[in-house]
């Protein structure tokens, strides 16, 4: 039986807390939203001497950045020569080089800052469900290698050896990669960002945003914080601002669900290495282990909506159908995120105003990519040049009926999920 819903909540080491707006102020930078984009841009700008305000409506990491699987990868959800083929050759370079070396970024800041968030840096691996999946992920190694990436690609026997399970055809291991507990990571990202000089504040949603005199005005409250420069960097739990911005993304759900922690003679046999994975299905799942010892599954539909029950009862029967010595074992937590996701797979910069940046898209790949996205977001605001972005900045961005497509998405997990490891 399922007792308490977010793991992350429960087991974070790092805590922060912030008191909501409670008077007027100017900065030189606003952020909105206190995620792995947000908090990461108030590090980095408080570091570079500017005055940075960052207002979070519910609290650090509420959103997707606390409620995400903590699998800290490199590049994009897409292999590089479909990223080639729709950015250009120097365009798609300079995002895939860039985020190549995101996970060596997050666990340097980790280090640099001494953020306790069960940093584990022994790789990930990308698991074939079917022939079909390991013919993909053979076709991934042969384009990662050619970019340099130090990959592997595993057979079937070594993958049973690493995951524990007999369950997959082979896998892509990827050692530049490992896992966290994101919340805590996103916590300690806004407590070094206020140590710096940075200032947050929780439950303090933005009513509206206006530019007036040179200045961004945003409204929270009774309050006005009025900003030079302004980053928006609520992805996919962006709430309603006025007409100043609406960004365009599919929500696609992501849910979770723990066991308790496993005895150490199942740990010896369950990921040994502790690498984080997922698989080539298309309506995809995640397996990973936590500090404690807890198997963390994971799967693409909303445990929060009207298909909860279909998707719980699916994540028991694929810990059963993985490994069979867990059958029955119960999950003790389950919890559930929105991924903002894009037509193209690729991660926005829109610029909708002066001195105005809003972030969004990751399509699940949040952790290196925000990190990444939201300390060079800084950097390019308070030197007024977007040289330091992985990608140039656009005007607008829009999706063909996005609910249309979550709907779909959401439909096939359940339908997935109904039938799957039966």
Same mark, same amino acid.
């Given at each position: ?90 365009? *798609? ?24 968030? !069960? ?116 992805? *996919?739990?962006?709430?309603? /601002? ?107 910069? /829109? ?24 300390? !060079? ?21 829009? !999706? ?23």
């Amino acid at each position: 039986m399922i007792s308490e819903p977010n793991l992350w909540r429960a087991s974070a080491r790092e805590t922060f807390s912030a008191p909501p707006l409670d008077t007027d102020r100017t900065v030189d930078l606003a952020i909105i939203g206190g995620g792995f984009t947000g908090c990461a841009a108030a590090l980095q700008a408080a570091r570079q001497g500017a005055s940075v305000c960052l207002l979070e409506a519910a609290t650090i990491g509420h959103g997707g950045s606390g409620r995400n699987v903590g699998l800290v990868n490199a590049g994009l959800w897409l292999p590089p020569d479909t990223v080639r083929a729709q950015m250009g050759e120097a365009a *798609a370079t300079r995002l895939l080089t860039t985020l190549a070396e995101a996970p060596a970024r997050v666990f340097a800041l980790i280090d640099r800052e001494v953020i306790d968030c !069960e940093a584990t840096r022994n790789g990930t691996l990308h698991l074939a469900h079917s022939p079909k999946g390991m013919v993909d992920l053979t076709e991934r190694h042969r384009q990662g290698r050619m970019m340099g990436a130090p990959l592997a690609l595993l057979d079937a026997a070594e993958t049973a050896r690493r995951t524990g399970s007999t369950a997959f055809h082979g896998a892509l291991f990827d050692p530049r990669a490992g896992t966290i507990q994101p919340l805590a990571y996103v916590r300690g990202l806004a407590r070094t960002a206020a140590q710096a000089g940075a200032i947050l504040h929780e439950r303090s949603p933005v009513q509206s945003i206006i530019r007036q005199a040179d200045l961004w005005h945003i409204n929270s409250g009774a309050h006005t914080l009025r900003a030079r420069r302004l980053l928006v960097a609520t992805n *996919a739990y962006h709430l309603p /601002v006025g007409p100043a911005f609406q960004p365009a993304f599919v929500p696609v759900h992501y849910c979770q669900y723990a066991t308790a922690p496993l005895p150490p003679a199942l740990l010896d046999t369950i990921l040994p290495k502790g690498e984080g994975c997922w698989d080539t299905a298309l309506i995809m799942s995640s397996v990973r282990r936590d500090r404690a010892g807890r198997l963390i599954i994971g799967g693409i539909g909303n445990g929060d909506g009207p298909g909860a029950r279909v998707h719980a009862t699916w994540a028991r029967r694929k810990l059963a159908a993985l490994y069979p010595a867990l059958k029955g074992t119960p999950l003790t937590h389950g919890w559930s995120g929105r991924i903002a996701m894009t037509g193209d797979h690729v991660p926005k910069v /829109v610029a909708f105003g002066p001195d105005a940046y809003a972030i969004f898209g990751y399509s699940g790949r949040g952790i290196g990519p925000g990190t990444v996205f939201g300390t !060079e977001a800084a950097r390019a605001l308070l030197t007024g040049s977007d040289a330091p972005l992985p990608v140039a900045p656009i005007r607008q961005h829009r !999706e063909t009926l996005p609910a249309a497509q979550a709907a779909y998405f959401e439909t096939g997990a359940c339908l997935t999920h109904a039938l799957a490891a039966r």
